[in-house]
C-alpha cells in the first residue's frame, strides 16, 4: 500500500457480517416487548410482564372458571383474555370433531350402492345394444307377461314400506313392529323371488334360454343379477332378526339394520327402471 491507497489488484474486503448484525439488533429490539403465549405472541405490560387483559386470561384458563367481566383492555374480546367461553364458541362453530360412527358407516355404504349401480347400468347398457339381437327366436312381446310381472312389482314395493317400518321400530327399540315389519318384508321378497324363479323356469322349458339368443343372454342376466341380490337381502334380513333378538338393540347392530334398508330400497330402486326398460317396452316392440 502506497501513499494510503490500495494497489489496484487487491480484492475489496467488507464487513458481510455487519448487516446481518444490524438486522439481528434491530429484529430483537421489535420482538422485545412481546411474549408467547401457546402459538401466539401477545404485548408485554411495563417491566416486561404479561399485559393485565392476558393475565386475566391466563387465571381464568387456569381456574376454568369466567370471570366476571370483559377483561381490561379488551372490552369487545376482540383479541387476548377471551376465555374459556370464546375457545368453546370457536370450537363449536370453526373446528367440529370427527363425524359420528353411523355417519361413516352410511357414507361407506352408499360408495357401495354406488358401485353396484355402475354394474347395473353396465348391464342395462349391455341389454339396451342386445334387446334385438333374437337371432330368430321369440321376442319379448312373445314371452312377457305384464301381469305377472305387475304383482311382482306390487310386492316388492310393498316389501319397501314394510321395511320402512322396520327401521322406525327397531330405532324406536318396539319389538313388536321390527319383527312383525322384518317377517311381512320376508314373506313380500320370497314371494317375488318365487315369482320370478317359476318365470325363468317356464321359459326355459318352453326353449327360451339364455343361450337361446344374445338378447335372453342379456335378459337373464340382467333380470337374475337383481333376483341374486334380493335373495341375498333376504338372507340378510333373518341375519339381522337374529343379532336383534340375541343382542339386542346395540349401536353397532341399528348400524347393520340401517345398511339393510338402504340395500333393500337400492334394489326397488333398480326393480322400477329393470320393469320399465326390460318389460314395459319390451313387451310394447
Request: net charge positive; charged share 15%.
Amino acid at each position: 500500500m502506497v501513499g494510503g491507497q490500495k494497489p489496484s489488484g487487491a480484492p475489496a474486503r467488507y464487513g458481510w457480517w455487519k448487516p446481518l448484525l444490524g438486522v439481528a439488533v434491530v429484529a430483537t429490539a421489535f420482538l422485545a416487548p412481546f411474549r408467547v403465549r401457546g402459538d401466539v405472541a401477545v404485548p408485554a405490560g411495563p417491566g416486561g410482564t404479561l399485559g393485565s387483559a392476558t393475565q386475566d386470561g391466563l387465571r381464568q384458563d387456569a381456574g376454568g372458571g369466567t370471570p366476571s367481566g370483559p377483561p381490561r383492555g379488551d372490552r369487545n374480546r376482540l383479541g387476548h383474555g377471551g376465555g374459556t367461553r370464546d375457545r368453546q364458541h370457536n370450537t363449536e362453530h370453526g373446528e367440529r370433531g370427527p363425524a359420528s360412527k353411523r355417519i361413516i358407516v352410511g357414507y361407506g355404504f352408499w360408495i357401495f350402492l354406488l358401485s353396484d349401480i355402475i354394474m347395473f347400468a353396465a348391464f342395462f347398457a349391455s341389454y339396451a345394444v342386445l334387446s334385438g339381437e333374437t337371432a330368430g327366436g321369440p321376442s319379448g312381446r312373445e314371452l312377457f307377461e305384464l301381469r305377472n310381472t305387475a304383482i311382482e312389482t306390487a310386492l316388492l314395493l310393498a316389501s319397501s314400506f314394510t321395511c320402512g317400518i322396520a327401521t322406525v321400530g327397531v330405532q324406536a327399540h318396539r319389538g313388536t313392529w321390527f319383527y312383525g315389519a322384518m317377517a311381512a318384508t320376508f314373506v313380500l321378497g320370497a314371494g317375488f323371488i318365487g315369482m320370478e324363479a317359476s318365470e325363468f323356469a317356464s321359459m326355459v322349458a318352453s326353449g327360451a334360454g339364455p343361450q337361446r339368443s344374445a338378447f335372453l343372454s342379456a335378459f337373464f342376466t340382467l333380470v337374475g343379477c337383481h333376483g341374486l341380490h334380493v335373495t341375498a337381502g333376504l338372507l340378510w334380513l333373518l341375519t339381522m332378526m337374529a343379532q336383534v333378538f340375541a343382542k339386542g338393540y346395540r349401536d353397532d347392530i341399528l348400524r347393520r339394520v340401517m345398511c339393510f334398508s338402504l340395500f333393500w330400497h337400492a334394489l326397488d330402486i333398480v326393480w322400477v327402471a329393470l320393469f320399465t326398460v326390460v318389460y314395459l317396452m319390451g313387451a310394447g316392440q
